[in-house]
């Protein structure tokens, strides 16, 4: 690294420092609330669908989800005038979801000759900062819908999208409300969608439409007609989709638009369709964005930032937080067992 490089790192460690009240960033300190909010912050504007969700603090690592958002009937009449008393109702009398917000740490380090190339270029100090956060709060997201499990020496070999991280939504719903998650058709473990032969065997669900309004009729009945309700879709059921309609329409110069514009994929089974990035190329989740939350235990982030190792010729940084994937409404959420589901492909089951 070279001496003017070291300087702005050194400078660098030393606002970090400033800005969380510690002498040396470069050893492992506690995020100040005031800097925890502005990470929170960093998080819901490097992904659309970061800003859509709760991201909030908690102060038990352990507890019950908080019931955020209000769903069922709350408008109702009495009359008063027959010396009836007006009775309140609770905008939150369903099951409520355990959580346990476990610590998952965002280690990463940058190079020396990295840091050497952009050392003249302006904002040093931001592109550090920024140099891995947008791949973290990437890692959040896909862990939030691969997470099945919450290891102590986790394998990034062996689960590539950390499945064994922490436990995520699809998880939640596996574990607390098991009747909202599709898993199964006409055989055993598996979940077809298209439309089969007698010899291959028939589909369960003719096209995705039928598939999103089937995970749909596993809502609660008093939240199945919430005005918030979205099918988040995975790209391969979005793509297999869209190349049916290119196969019947794509000569028809109006319909070729509509695909084009992305109006075909813009409601599947009555719900505004979503293709969230991380989520499962096979996946359906029926739910609302506020319906989804991550909760982060206040005071339980912790870093060190540009600390030095020569030994590999770089800067590492270290990160953890105590972190729970929570669903705020069990009956507001249903899904397809991503894993078990077969596309209709080339005369046979795929």
Same mark, same amino acid.
């Given at each position: 690294?070279?001496?003017?490089?070291?300087?702005?790192?050194?400078?660098?460690?030393?606002?970090?420092?400033?800005?969380?009240?510690?002498?040396?960033?470069?050893?492992?300190?506690?995020?100040?609330?005031?800097?925890?909010? /502005?990470?929170?912050? !960093?998080?819901?504007?490097?992904?659309?669908?970061? $800003?859509?969700?709760?991201?909030?603090?908690?102060?038990? !690592?352990?507890? &019950?989800?908080?019931?955020?958002?209000?769903?069922?009937?709350?408008?109702?009449?009495?009359?008063?005038?027959?010396?009836?008393?007006? $009775?309140?109702?609770?905008?939150?009398?369903?099951?409520?979801?355990?959580?346990? *917000?476990?610590?998952?740490?965002?280690?990463?380090?940058?190079?020396?000759? !990295?840091?050497?190339?952009?050392?003249?270029?302006?904002?040093?100090?931001?592109?550090? =900062?920024?140099?891995?956060? &947008?791949?973290?709060?990437?890692? /959040?997201?896909?862990?939030?819908?691969?997470?099945?499990? *919450?290891?102590?020496?986790?394998?990034?070999?062996?689960?590539?999208?950390?499945?064994?991280?922490?436990? #995520?939504?699809? !998880?939640? @719903?596996?574990?607390?409300? =098991?009747?909202? %998650?599709?898993?199964?058709? =006409? +055989?055993?473990?598996?979940?077809?969608?298209? &439309?089969?032969?007698?010899?291959?065997?028939?589909?369960?669900?003719?096209?995705?439409?039928?598939?999103?309004?089937?995970?749909?009729?596993?809502?609660?009945?008093? *939240?199945?007609?919430?005005?918030?309700?979205?099918?988040? @879709?995975?790209?391969?059921?979005?793509?297999?989709?869209?190349?049916?309609?290119?196969?019947?329409?794509?000569?028809?110069?109006?319909? /070729?638009?509509?695909?084009?514009?992305?109006?075909?994929? #813009?409601?599947?089974?009555?719900?505004?369709?979503?293709?969230?990035?991380?989520?499962?190329?096979?996946?359906?989740?029926?739910?609302?964005?506020?319906?989804?939350?991550?909760?982060?235990?206040? #005071?339980?982030?912790?870093?060190?930032?540009?600390?030095?190792?020569?030994?590999?010729?770089?800067?590492?940084?270290?990160?953890? %937080?105590?972190?729970?994937?929570?669903?705020?409404?069990? &009956?507001?959420?249903?899904?397809?067992?991503?894993?078990? +589901?077969?596309?209709?492909?080339?005369?046979?089951?795929?």
């Amino acid at each position: 690294m070279k001496e003017k490089t070291k300087k702005l790192v050194a400078a660098y460690a030393a606002t970090v420092a400033k800005q969380n009240g510690v002498e040396d960033a470069t050893e492992k300190f506690s995020v100040t609330p005031t800097a925890t909010q /502005k990470i929170i912050a !960093q998080m819901r504007e490097s992904n659309w669908f970061l $800003k859509k969700i709760n991201i909030v603090t908690v102060t038990n !690592q352990k507890g &019950e989800a908080l019931g955020l958002g209000v769903t069922g009937m709350i408008a109702s009449r009495t009359n008063t005038k027959a010396g009836k008393k007006r $009775k309140t109702k609770s905008v939150f009398n369903m099951e409520a979801m355990p959580y346990m *917000c476990e610590q998952t740490n965002f280690d990463s380090h940058i190079r020396y000759d !990295q840091l050497d190339a952009f050392a003249h270029l302006k904002g040093f100090n931001a592109i550090i =900062s920024n140099q891995t956060r &947008e791949q973290i709060d990437a890692n /959040k997201i896909t862990i939030g819908f691969y997470g099945t499990s *919450c290891a102590p020496d986790t394998d990034a070999a062996a689960n590539p999208n950390g499945e064994d991280v922490n436990k #995520g939504w699809f !998880q939640g @719903i596996r574990d607390n409300n =098991s009747n909202a %998650m599709l898993n199964k058709g =006409s +055989v055993a473990g598996e979940i077809r969608i298209g &439309e089969g032969n007698e010899t291959k065997g028939l589909g369960d669900f003719i096209n995705l439409d039928l598939a999103v309004m089937n995970v749909k009729g596993l809502l609660g009945d008093v *939240c199945a007609n919430d005005a918030d309700l979205v099918a988040i @879709i995975g790209t391969d059921l979005l793509s297999y989709d869209k190349a049916k309609f290119y196969a019947e329409h794509g000569n028809t110069p109006s319909e /070729k638009a509509g695909i084009e514009d992305k109006q075909v994929i #813009g409601t599947y089974g009555g719900l505004p369709a979503f293709a969230v990035p991380g989520f499962p190329a096979t996946g359906i989740l029926v739910t609302s964005f506020k319906n989804l939350s991550l909760y982060i235990q206040e #005071g339980s982030i912790r870093r060190s930032v540009a600390k030095k190792n020569d030994e590999m010729d770089q800067i590492d940084n270290f990160e953890s %937080m105590n972190m729970a994937y929570v669903i705020e409404h069990l &009956e507001k959420v249903a899904a397809i067992e991503f894993d078990n +589901v077969k596309l209709w492909l080339d005369g046979d089951w795929h």
